[in-house]
């Protein structure tokens, strides 16, 4: 069974702007989202992660849904470990501290982020992203 997403007649405005108009999309693989600054990329993204809601239309087929923003959001107080542990929980401590050592990370466990150079901060934003929220 292939996983997909469909999008059926999405809209959205914004005031007088219109971003998209009965959308229709179906991905049943990993796409690319491109087009010119202004057209609804990061809004249609929105939409996707439940951070919007549409001016009409259904997303079916979402499942776990990850983003990095182009500034990292880490809390600079708190290590890389903690940083991850926020959204992925205690339970994955060990599992976190494995794939930061795998990143390169594992020498700077305890150093707090905003110590770390931007290409660090970088893979912790995003393993924080990927690394599953454990299960209740």
């Known amino acids: 069974m292939i996983d997909k997403l469909e ?59 990850g983003a990095v923003f182009q500034e990292d959001r880490l809390c600079p107080q708190l290590t890389a470990l ?14 976190a501290r494995d794939i930061l050592a795998r990143l390169g990370l594992g020498e700077s466990l305890a150093v707090p982020a905003a110590e770390l150079s931007g290409g660090m901060r970088r893979r912790v934003a995003i393993l924080r992203a990927l690394l599953p929220l454990e299960q209740q």
Do not use: H, Y
Not at 31 to 40: D, E, K, M, N, T
């Open 82 to 95: 903690e940083n991850v542990l926020l959204t992925a929980g205690r339970k994955k401590e060990r599992e």
């Open 7 to 65: 999008i059926c007649g999405l809209t959205k405005r914004f005031g007088e702007k219109t971003l998209f108009e009965d959308l229709d999309l179906t991905l049943a693989e990993p796409a690319v989202l491109w087009a010119p600054s202004g057209w609804g990329k990061t809004t249609l993204l929105r939409i996707l992660m439940g951070l919007e809601a549409p001016d009409s239309g259904t997303v079916q087929g979402v499942g776990r849904v």
